[in-house]
């Protein structure tokens, strides 16, 4: 009989509905258990999203002009959140600016524009120089730059960094057609509107493509067309031409290196913070000759938008001006009165503004507010 009492209360409590201490309990733990599977879902999907870190080995000529040293090589910047930086005074609200942040670096480009505390419409990045396959198939470029958000610029080699290779081979046409397979590929993967910087810095002595007198000018400018007919004729392209030649003096006039307005989109240069610049300032720089105001005024002259295809500054180990804060402020403010197509920011390697090697250059970057929110080449040209 006792047996049987006991055994009736244990029945009676297994089917007694949850109190509401007991409910409260269980919806908890259900809840702690949804949190850590969100928390394992978001790990698992940034783990997916980051880049491999093996690639070809960049193309990416370092800031030039032919005097300035290029930067050692080093590992992408660190893409983790940095501390918010209180926005000081705007001094150039109307600068759209780019930013090279490392070969396939879409994250580290993205990092950037959350250090410049500005949208940042444009990213560079150099294809693969060292054969021809690399210029003509830049598949692994592309596989990580798809899909960013960003507007690609494109440094394209003009020859490859191989034996046997000539402007004056190229100026005949019998390279063409590896541009035409560029150009194909470009559009097939979503990249029909790219910026073409093609054969940058052709007075750098370092590059294939080096122009050391007038002959090879006239080389250099025949194949520079060839090359622009051929990517130009494959359906659905949408590609602006960049041609970029750097400042100060050279074994020959940039006007000879020009290829003409029906072949070039863009007239771009370079502003680096290096031996060139330091002790003198800004303005004795931007108005030597061949300097920034140079091409400023040649762009305007043929009815171009002007670009900085690189800007930044310099180690001061590196014959640079270290952490100098006025530079950046100087550029911004002479670039916010050129209505620039664009402004690439060197972030990469022992030159990278941000990452906390040039703490006061790179709170000045701050100052760029909205950069790209007005179309850049709404304003480009003044008629």
Same mark, same amino acid.
């Given at each position: 009989?006792?047996?049987?009492?006991?055994?009736?209360?244990?029945?009676?409590?297994?089917?007694?509905p949850f109190g509401p201490t007991r409910l409260l309990g269980s919806l908890s733990l259900l809840a702690a258990l949804g949190v850590a599977v969100w928390l394992l879902t978001l790990v698992v999907s940034e783990n997916a999203l980051t880049p491999a870190a093996a690639g070809p080995p960049s193309t990416a000529t370092p800031p030039a002009t032919r005097t300035t040293p290029a930067p050692r090589a080093s590992t992408a910047p660190s893409t983790a959140p940095r501390t918010p930086t209180t926005k000081p005074k705007v001094v150039a609200p109307t600068v759209p600016l780019g930013v090279y942040a490392g070969p396939g670096a879409p994250l580290a480009a993205s990092a950037f524009s959350a250090?410049?505390?500005?949208?940042?419409?444009?990213?560079?990045?150099?294809?693969?120089?060292?054969?021809? &396959?690399?210029?003509?198939?830049?598949?692994?470029?592309?596989?990580?730059?798809?899909?960013?958000?960003?507007?690609?610029?494109?440094?394209?080699?003009?020859?490859?960094?191989?034996?046997?290779?000539?402007? +004056?081979?190229?100026?005949?046409?019998?390279?063409?057609?590896?541009?035409?397979?560029?150009?194909?590929?470009?559009?097939?993967?979503?990249?029909?509107?790219?910026?073409?910087?093609?054969?940058?810095?052709?007075?750098?002595?370092?590059?294939?493509?080096?122009?050391?007198?007038?002959?090879?000018?006239?080389?250099?400018?025949?194949?520079?067309?060839?090359?622009?007919?051929?990517?130009?004729?494959?359906?659905?392209?949408?590609?602006?031409?960049?041609?970029?030649?750097?400042?100060?003096?050279?074994?020959?006039?940039?006007?000879?290196?020009?290829?003409?307005?029906?072949?070039?989109?863009?007239?771009?240069?370079? +502003?680096?913070?290096?031996?060139?610049?330091?002790?003198?300032?800004?303005?004795?720089?931007?108005?030597?000759?061949?300097?920034?105001?140079?091409?400023?005024?040649?762009?305007?002259?043929?009815?171009?938008?002007?670009?900085?295809?690189?800007?930044?500054?310099?180690?001061?180990?590196?014959?640079?001006?270290?952490?100098?804060?006025?530079?950046?402020?100087?550029?911004?403010?002479?670039?916010?009165?050129?209505?620039?197509?664009?402004?690439?920011?060197?972030?990469?390697?022992?030159?990278?503004?941000?990452?906390?090697?040039?703490?006061? &250059?790179?709170?000045?970057?701050?100052?760029?507010?909205? &950069?790209?929110?007005?179309?850049?080449? +709404?304003?480009?040209?003044?008629?």
């Amino acid at each position: 009989m006792n047996i049987g009492r006991r055994w009736r209360a244990i029945r009676r409590r297994a089917v007694r509905p949850f109190g509401p201490t007991r409910l409260l309990g269980s919806l908890s733990l259900l809840a702690a258990l949804g949190v850590a599977v969100w928390l394992l879902t978001l790990v698992v999907s940034e783990n997916a999203l980051t880049p491999a870190a093996a690639g070809p080995p960049s193309t990416a000529t370092p800031p030039a002009t032919r005097t300035t040293p290029a930067p050692r090589a080093s590992t992408a910047p660190s893409t983790a959140p940095r501390t918010p930086t209180t926005k000081p005074k705007v001094v150039a609200p109307t600068v759209p600016l780019g930013v090279y942040a490392g070969p396939g670096a879409p994250l580290a480009a993205s990092a950037f524009s959350a250090d410049a505390g500005a949208p940042v419409p444009y990213a560079f990045d150099y294809i693969d120089g060292s054969t021809w &396959a690399g210029i003509s198939n830049p598949s692994w470029f592309l596989q990580r730059w798809n899909g960013s958000g960003f507007r690609m610029i494109w440094g394209v080699p003009m020859l490859p960094k191989t034996a046997g290779v000539s402007l +004056a081979t190229g100026a005949t046409g019998a390279y063409n057609a590896y541009f035409d397979a560029l150009a194909q590929t470009l559009v097939a993967n979503g990249q029909a509107n790219s910026v073409i910087v093609l054969a940058w810095d052709p007075q750098d002595t370092s590059l294939p493509w080096y122009v050391g007198n007038s002959a090879d000018a006239v080389q250099y400018v025949a194949y520079w067309r060839a090359i622009v007919t051929t990517m130009r004729s494959v359906p659905g392209e949408q590609f602006q031409f960049v041609w970029d030649s750097a400042t100060g003096p050279a074994d020959v006039l940039p006007s000879a290196l020009y290829p003409g307005n029906n072949y070039v989109d863009v007239v771009a240069t370079d +502003a680096f913070d290096d031996d060139s610049l330091v002790g003198s300032g800004w303005n004795a720089f931007t108005t030597t000759p061949y300097g920034p105001d140079w091409y400023s005024t040649f762009a305007l002259r043929h009815a171009k938008p002007l670009m900085i295809a690189k800007w930044g500054v310099v180690p001061s180990s590196e014959q640079g001006g270290g952490d100098n804060a006025a530079f950046v402020d100087q550029f911004l403010r002479w670039a916010d009165g050129q209505h620039l197509f664009a402004a690439i920011t060197w972030d990469y390697g022992t030159w990278a503004v941000t990452g906390g090697t040039f703490p006061k &250059a790179e709170a000045a970057l701050h100052t760029v507010d909205e &950069a790209g929110a007005i179309a850049p080449e +709404a304003k480009a040209i003044e008629t």
